[in-house]
Structures are given as structure tokens and as C-alpha cells.
């Protein structure tokens, strides 16, 4: 089972403000996502990575950044935090395995996100 | 069109009782995989089944299972007996393509259903 973490779980911040979202695995694992659920709804990917330095943009755009300077390290920054962040930022993280096995992705927690 | 769709919003079960979630998809490729997630109030998401297209049987996990219909493109999850903490929102999501570890894995997830169980 994946160890997968995320700080803080819960943020207030006010308008204006560059904030930076901690996601840190330790199973080693290659993949890592970061999706955006507003409350009741199904989660929007926003970023991945497949592995060290390597990062690209997911199906839902975002005014986020992303780095992946370390394997187990994959947080996201917002430059500049408006109300329209407000949200639930979800971190994932998924290995490389034998072809044909689930893949499935492994969750934190969650940031739960308040601009005012 | 919505590649997954959950069209069941919330659903309230007595306790004890199965319950059937459904789940549709919409794909053109033939290697994909099907999962379902809870996500409990407290925010996070646990893996609970997986099917992969080309699965003869259909997956079970405990008190889980997944009736899949390919011809119906149909992924629903079944759950027996039904405990107070089985109360959630439950996510359908699929993966198209191969998983082979250099392809795409990424997630497509439905709108969810929001369980509820009655004691």
C-alpha cells in the first residue's frame, strides 16, 4: 500500500497571496498526479509526471505550476491565489508494472483550498 | 460526450441491504480499465476494484464486485451487504489505453454517487 502525503490539509489564505501545494510519496513510485474537485464533483487531472523532470498539463487547464525535482517530491505552486482556486487538490501517485495489471493510482489526503 | 457517466446522483440504502452503482463508459479504444474509488467526507480516495476490458470474469474484492456488460459498456459496482460505513461518494473512472508502464494512465473519472446507509 502506497504512503502518500499532502500539507496542509486545509489552507485559508487571502487573494494575491503565492502558495505551494507539498505532495511527497515514498513507495518509489514513477507517476505522479495532481487532480482539482470542486465539492460533489468528479476530480479534473491538471498535472502528471512520469518521472524526474519531466511534468505536462492534464485535461482541465490551471494557472498552477509543477515541479518534479525528486522522485518522491511533486508539489504545485500558485503564483498569485484568486477565489476561483478555491477547491480540493488531490495529489496521486501510480507505478510501472508488469503490462496488464490495474495501475491504479494511490491518493493523499487532499488539500482543501480557501481563497477569500 | 461524457466518456464516464454516473447518472445516479445519491442513493439512500438501508443497512444490510446490496446496492448496485452504475457506471457507463464511452471508448473506441479495446484495451482500457475500469476502477471505482470511495471517497469518504474526510476527502480522500481508496481504491476499491479494478476490471481491465480484457478480463473474462468479472473482478470481486470482498464485499465488492463489478458487473461489467462490454457489449452495454456498462461497469457497475455492486455492493453486498451494506454497513453504515459503506456511507460515500463512490467514482467510476476509466483508463484508455494499455497500461503497459510507458503509455497513458491517466484517470477519466464520472461525477460520482453519493451512497447513503440507513440503519
Known amino acids: 500500500e502506497a504512503d502518500i502525503y499532502q500539507t496542509p490539509r486545509y489552507l485559508v489564505i487571502g487573494t494575491g497571496k503565492k502558495i505551494t501545494l507539498e505532495c511527497s510519496q515514498t513507495m518509489g513510485h514513477d507517476k505522479m498526479y495532481w487532480y482539482q474537485q470542486d465539492p460533489g464533483m468528479e476530480l479534473h487531472l491538471i498535472h502528471y509526471s512520469y518521472g524526474v523532470n519531466s511534468t505536462e498539463k492534464g485535461d482541465l487547464s490551471s494557472e498552477s505550476t509543477v515541479s518534479r525535482i525528486r522522485t518522491e517530491h511533486f508539489p504545485l505552486t500558485l503564483e498569485s491565489a484568486r477565489p476561483s482556486h478555491t477547491s480540493q487538490y488531490l495529489c496521486?501517485?501510480?507505478?510501472?508494472?508488469?503490462?496488464?495489471?490495474?495501475?491504479?493510482?494511490?491518493f493523499g489526503p487532499g488539500t482543501r483550498l480557501t481563497v477569500l | 460526450a461524457q466518456k464516464i457517466t454516473q447518472t445516479q446522483p445519491g442513493m439512500f440504502v438501508q443497512e444490510k441491504e446490496a446496492v448496485t452503482l452504475d457506471c457507463t463508459y464511452d471508448?473506441?479504444?479495446?484495451?482500457?480499465?475500469l476502477f471505482w474509488y470511495k471517497q469518504p467526507s474526510s476527502g480522500e480516495m481508496i481504491f476499491l476494484i479494478y476490471q481491465g476490458s480484457y478480463d473474462q470474469q468479472n473482478a470481486t474484492e470482498g464485499r465488492y464486485s463489478l458487473n461489467f456488460q462490454k457489449a452495454r459498456k456498462s461497469a457497475n459496482l455492486v455492493i453486498s451487504a451494506s454497513q453504515l460505513g459503506d456511507s460515500a461518494m463512490y467514482f467510476c473512472?476509466?483508463?484508455?489505453?494499455?497500461?503497459?508502464?510507458?503509455?497513458?494512465?491517466?484517470?477519466?473519472f464520472g461525477t460520482g454517487t453519493r451512497l447513503t446507509i440507513i440503519p
Open positions: 496521486a501517485s501510480g507505478y510501472r508494472g508488469r503490462r496488464g495489471g490495474p495501475h491504479e493510482q494511490f
Open positions: 471508448t473506441s479504444d479495446p484495451s482500457y480499465g
Open positions: 473512472a476509466m483508463r484508455e489505453g494499455q497500461a503497459s508502464g510507458f503509455g497513458n494512465e491517466k484517470l477519466t
